[in-house]
C-alpha cells in the first residue's frame, strides 16, 4: 500500500494526524533488545 493509499484510508478519522517531516526527522530509530544480542548467521561468517 502507498502512503497514497494509506491516507486517504484514514482521512474519515479526524484525529489522525501525519507527523512532519520535522518531527519524524526527531524520530530515533529503536531496534528491540533482542535483535542485538546475537549477530545474524551471514555477520558471523
Known sequence: ???????AHWAWDKDMTWPTDEELAEFDLVIPAKSRRKPPKEAAE
Not at 1 to 7: A, L, N, Q
Open 1 to 7: 500500500m502507498s502512503d497514497e493509499e494509506i491516507r
